[in-house]
């Protein structure tokens, strides 16, 4: 199972994000085979990647990767299983990061979203997502431990 995450660079709600993300997590870290793709860019990247990073302790199975959207950039892959890098080659730099998204989300069985308002690069990729049909958990939801699918 693939698992991906969108969210704003900015979490202003950091410790309410963070116990969401947790609990939305125990809900996939028991499953065979799980993979987390992570973006490394921004404030709810880095805090996915951490509560991955976390949740790694109940099952060492669980994979962490890092998706980049440029071969030509060093990147901090502290943290992480492997990197990967998608089919990208022919994608203009300045529209690689919304290219890698959406490659994401196409790859993903669900997609673990923080995304608060309607600009920007995570809320555009949030909408490519209902486009494709895919399972959202999208933040906030009124118990923070409810699984909450959207289509």
């Not at 973006?39 to 109940?58: E, N, T």
């Not at 892959?77 to 490659?103: C, H, Q």
């Given at each position: 199972m693939?698992?991906?995450f969108?969210?704003?660079?900015d979490v202003?709600?950091?410790?309410?994000v963070s116990e969401?993300l947790?609990?939305?997590l125990?809900?996939f870290?028991?499953?065979?085979?799980?993979?987390f793709y992570?973006?490394g860019?921004?404030?709810f990247d880095?805090l996915?990647?951490?509560?991955v990073?976390?949740k790694?302790?109940?099952?060492?199975?669980?994979?962490a990767?890092?998706?980049?959207p440029y071969?030509?950039r060093?990147?901090?892959e502290?943290g992480?299983?492997?990197?990967l890098f998608?089919?990208l080659?022919?994608v203009?730099p300045?529209?690689a990061?919304?290219?890698?998204?959406?490659w994401m989300?196409t790859?993903a069985?669900i997609?673990i979203?923080y995304?608060?308002h309607?600009?920007g690069?995570?809320a555009?990729?949030?909408v490519?997502?209902?486009?494709?049909r895919?399972?959202?958990?999208?933040y906030?939801?009124?118990?923070?431990?409810?699984?909450?699918?959207?289509?």
């Amino acid at each position: 199972m693939i698992i991906t995450f969108l969210g704003h660079n900015d979490v202003p709600d950091f410790e309410k994000v963070s116990e969401w993300l947790c609990n939305v997590l125990d809900q996939f870290i028991y499953e065979e085979n799980v993979v987390f793709y992570l973006g490394g860019y921004g404030g709810f990247d880095r805090l996915a990647a951490s509560v991955v990073r976390q949740k790694q302790q109940i099952n060492a199975s669980a994979q962490a990767v890092l998706v980049i959207p440029y071969l030509n950039r060093k990147y901090d892959e502290t943290g992480y299983d492997y990197t990967l890098f998608p089919p990208l080659e022919s994608v203009p730099p300045r529209y690689a990061i919304l290219k890698r998204n959406e490659w994401m989300v196409t790859q993903a069985e669900i997609i673990i979203a923080y995304v608060t308002h309607s600009w920007g690069g995570a809320a555009k990729a949030l909408v490519y997502a209902h486009r494709k049909r895919k399972k959202i958990v999208l933040y906030p939801s009124e118990d923070s431990s409810a699984m909450v699918y959207r289509r």
